[in-house]
């Protein structure tokens, strides 16, 4: 860990920070004392010791050295507008406004043939460097006629491969870009994939799977990066451990009541109001890895804290896998740990989630007399 800690240290005298994010935070309303208390969450979030928090404050100042490109394919943008519709701006959300964005088709001014001379020149001036952010699945049915971009009508799937092709990184935000998502549901009449499932990319992807993404998974990502100068690590799902190690299940505020086997039956009845168990009214936190219940949402909330089950947005498969939202999931032949966290040597959660599973069953089994 101290080599990590002198490698972060070099990198960010490499990249020279010019941007002081205290003082622009400053004229935003926010404080200092809030910023250290959001540098200490996130360096905790991350996986780093204590000691990592100044080089944590210190990359946000680096993080404009960094050439994103953020390409929108077969999506609705809602990853884009959880992380820009705010009406009080969170550290978050400044942060992204201080990110090199060289290219984002939904923010920028430029359109039609100024954008994409826009974007050629990007992909030209920092080839091998910029950071691909995908939001959208990719069609590839019927040779991806189903998705289209510019006058020239290439598909998406020949557009991301060229823009893959000349980038560090990808950055597949969203369950639609990760795994096909909502996009992809059957029938999935135009045969839509997460970028992982296109052939011929020949870089490292990173998924970051939901619907949308936490805004603090995505900066996660982009200051592991400018302190290391290296990609977090993934599990076999390509996700980022620091985001996707834990079951919601394990780390969720109603857990307790699960254990005493106190659940909600219906919603709005006097156990809901309680705060007990979700899992009878289709709460698929059993079966989901997120961060979502120690992160939640622009420092606000998350759905279980509002009252409403997790529906396991963050999974393969979704929105096929789990059935009804609002109905328990139980599926005999499912393992919920090897479904999800196959290959990782993280035994705890592995025995937490088959005993937990096993209750659930059980649950499920008495239920039916």
Request: proline share 6%; net charge negative; with cysteine.
């Amino acid at each position: 860990m101290i080599g990590l800690y002198e490698k972060s240290k070099q990198r960010l005298k490499s990249l020279s920070p010019d941007k002081n994010i205290e003082k622009i935070l400053e004229v935003e309303g926010i404080s200092r004392r809030d910023f250290l208390k959001w540098v200490s969450v996130t360096t905790a979030m991350l996986g780093l010791p204590g000691f990592f928090e100044p080089l944590v404050a210190q990359s946000i100042n680096a993080l404009n050295k960094i050439p994103v490109i953020w390409m929108n394919y077969q999506d609705c943008a809602g990853n884009s507008e959880s992380i820009l519709r705010a009406s009080k701006p969170t550290i978050d959300e400044i942060i992204i406004n201080l990110i090199s964005l060289e290219f984002h088709e939904l923010l920028m001014a430029p359109s039609g043939t100024q954008a994409e001379n826009q974007l050629e020149e990007t992909i030209q001036n920092y080839e091998g460097e910029y950071l691909l952010f995908v939001e959208g699945s990719i069609p590839l049915a019927d040779n991806g006629v189903y998705g289209t971009i510019g006058p020239s009508g290439e598909t998406y799937k020949d557009h991301l491969l060229r823009l893959a092709s000349k980038a560090k990184a990808i950055i597949a935000v969203g369950n639609c870009a990760s795994f096909g998502g909502v996009v992809a549901a059957n029938p999935n009449p135009t045969g839509a994939t997460g970028v992982m499932g296109v052939d011929g990319i020949n870089v490292p992807i990173i998924n970051l799977p939901a619907c949308p993404v936490n805004p603090e998974t995505m900066i996660g990502v982009l200051i592991m990066y400018a302190l290391t100068g290296e990609l977090p690590e993934l599990d076999s799902l390509k996700r980022p451990f620091f985001a996707y190690a834990s079951r919601i299940h394990d780390r969720c505020e109603r857990r307790v009541h699960f254990d005493a086997g106190e659940f909600v039956e219906s919603f709005g009845d006097n156990a809901s109001q309680s705060g007990y168990c979700l899992y009878k009214v289709g709460c698929k936190g059993p079966f989901t890895f997120n961060n979502c219940p120690t992160v939640k949402f622009n420092d606000t909330s998350w759905p279980v804290d509002a009252g409403h089950g997790c529906i396991g947005c963050s999974e393969p498969g979704f929105v096929d896998k789990f059935g009804s939202f609002e109905k328990p999931f139980v599926e005999e032949n499912i393992n919920p740990a090897a479904e999800s966290i196959k290959d990782i040597p993280f035994v705890a959660t592995t025995i937490l989630a088959a005993f937990s599973y096993e209750k659930i069953k059980n649950i499920i089994r008495k239920e039916n007399g």
